[in-house]
């Protein structure tokens, strides 16, 4: 209890401390890396809208499946054995992939456009709020602050494997099913906030591959998508039922 509550103490106290300068204070960053999350971010963005366009073709096309899951996996791959000094190669197997993430992800998103077109803006625009809060919060805070937090996220990745497949043997509730849609969520906030201090230390450390860490972001990013378009889904869909009820 004294180790929880020292640490509760601290992190109050840190919180008192902060000011409008200290939001601006980025010293702890050097300009090298800097540079190099610059480069990173933009790499993201431009990944971003590559899946858009995949999302876009399976909508035209229906092109979204199996097969696209697949073919993303093996970019990653590819793009994650060829050696940094690829560069344009590597660019490419980033935006491939994305591309064919964003067209496996396609029928979630037709789905959402079907139901309510403004849950699916509403969605991305949640998530890309989360998404710029929580990688600010990871740079603005101390180094190697929030790494410790790896060895928590991967326990609860784990536990999510296992629900999942205690759930595909054994049949799931829809309490589980809820369980694991915002246990997931939570621990994907989670590694936002861990890969993007990874990232920074990386950095430090010399490690200037900017597409691999765009490529570790923008799994984080799609990762929360997914699950606030399927909160939000779920819960649009449990009030058209209860008026729907009202109204009989």
Known sequence: MEGFTSFFESQSGSRNRWSYDSLKNLNQISPRVQTHLKQVYLTLCCALV????????????????????FACLGSMLWLLSSPPHQEQKRVALLMAATLFEGASIGPLIRLGIEFDPSIVLGAFVGT??????????????????YLYLGGLLSSGVSLLLWLHFASSIFGGSVALF???????LLVFVGYIVFDTQEII?????????????????????????VRILIIMLKNASEKKEKKKKRRN
């Open 178 to 184: 809820k369980f694991e849609l915002y246990f997931g």
């Open 50 to 69: 590559a899946s858009a366009a995949g999302a876009y073709l399976h909508i035209l096309w229906n092109i979204g499946g199996y097969l696209t899951t």
């Open 201 to 225: 230390e990386k950095a430090h450390l010399g490690d200037m591959d900017y597409v691999k860490h765009a490529l570790t972001l923008f799994v984080d990013f799609v990762d929360v998508f």
């Open 128 to 145: 890309a709020v989360v998404f710029g809060c929580f990688s600010a919060a990871a740079m603005l805070a101390r180094r190697r602050e």
